[in-house]
């Protein structure tokens, strides 16, 4: 059986389905994957750069690297393999999209069910008030951009060593435990807890199935490996 004759088998026997994604789904849109090729920006690494002591150490080069993120995402669309996650999401009775990426494309792609547990480039939080906000604009003009109340605005993202918004963790728990079929799409499940959903759905009974150009820790974890970009083999899914 080819890898989406058996993926396809498993979709039309579920009732309730749970995707996780990461930056390799939107890579073919042209967005820098974090551990991929293109993904430094001035030769720093993405690790370095997503702290919270990066940004307090210096915020306006933190948000040099964000501005530059948010001018590359406002440019790209949405590709096949996002267009078809929305697809699926309406054939399946229940559907959740937990995704890793903060930068928007399945919103524009017609998702609905969307779970950011890494936040949303899109949004600005104040370092000081509570105050919360979405700024589309590609590049800010003003940097480090401010909050009304004066004080300096951070991104909208979870940086490493930052808890998860707790309401969408734990509903992404809830649904990796729920779900019959687990897809993990573009992700070299490095990052915790988000790549240990699939090991969460896996001992709740789903089929796991991985959707990766290259090998990932989890490959030998999953209950389909299938080498193939995103963008190719989502839309099998749905033909
Ligand atoms: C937490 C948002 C605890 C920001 C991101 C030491 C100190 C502190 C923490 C830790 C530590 N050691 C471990 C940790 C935990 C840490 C972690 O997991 N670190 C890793 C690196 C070891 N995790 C955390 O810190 C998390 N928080 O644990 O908090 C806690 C709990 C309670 C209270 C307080 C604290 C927070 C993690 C979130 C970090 N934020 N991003 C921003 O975007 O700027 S993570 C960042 O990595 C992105 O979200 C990204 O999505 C994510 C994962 O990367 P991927 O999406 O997988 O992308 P990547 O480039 O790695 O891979 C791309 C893949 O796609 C590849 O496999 C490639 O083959 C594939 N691909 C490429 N093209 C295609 C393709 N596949 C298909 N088709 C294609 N065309
Ligand atoms: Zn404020």
Redesign the pocket.
């Known amino acids: 059986m080819e890898p989406w004759e058996t993926a396809r088998h498993w979709l039309s026997a579920a009732t309730s389905v749970t995707v996780l994604t990461?930056?390799?789904?939107s890579?073919?849109s042209g967005v820098p994957?974090?551990?991929?090729p293109g993904?430094l920006w001035r030769n720093q690494r993405?690790?370095d750069l997503?702290t919270p002591a990066a940004f307090t150490r210096d915020p306006l080069r933190s948000w040099e690297w964000y501005n530059w993120r948010r001018g590359i995402i406002a440019t790209v669309q949405p590709n096949a393999g996002h267009l078809a996650l929305a697809r699926i999401e309406e054939r399946s009775a229940q559907f959740t999209l937990v995704t890793?990426?903060?930068d928007g494309l399945h919103d524009r792609a017609g998702s609905r069910n969307i779970l950011k547990v890494?936040?949303d480039?899109w949004t600005l939080r104040c370092t000081q008030c509570a105050r919360a906000w979405q700024d589309l604009r590609p590049a800010l003009p003003e940097l480090p951009p401010r909050c009304e109340c004066g004080a300096v605005a951070r991104p909208g993202?979870?940086?490493?060593?930052?808890?998860?918004p707790e309401d969408v963790w734990s509903e992404a728990v809830l649904a990796a435990r729920a779900c019959d079929v687990f897809l993990l799409?573009?992700?070299?499940?490095?990052?915790?807890?988000a790549a240990g959903l699939a090991e969460l759905a896996r001992s709740h009974g789903a089929k796991v199935v991985e959707?990766?150009?290259?090998d990932?820790p989890l490959s030998a974890h999953v209950d389909l490996s299938w080498r193939a970009?995103?963008?190719e083999a989502l839309p099998r899914l749905v033909e």
């Open positions: 990461g930056a390799g789904i890579a073919e994957t974090f551990r991929g993904g993405p690790e997503a890793q990426n903060v890494h936040g480039i993202v979870v940086w490493f060593g930052e808890g998860l799409v573009g992700t070299s499940a490095v990052v915790y807890p959707i990766n150009i290259e990932t970009r995103a963008s």
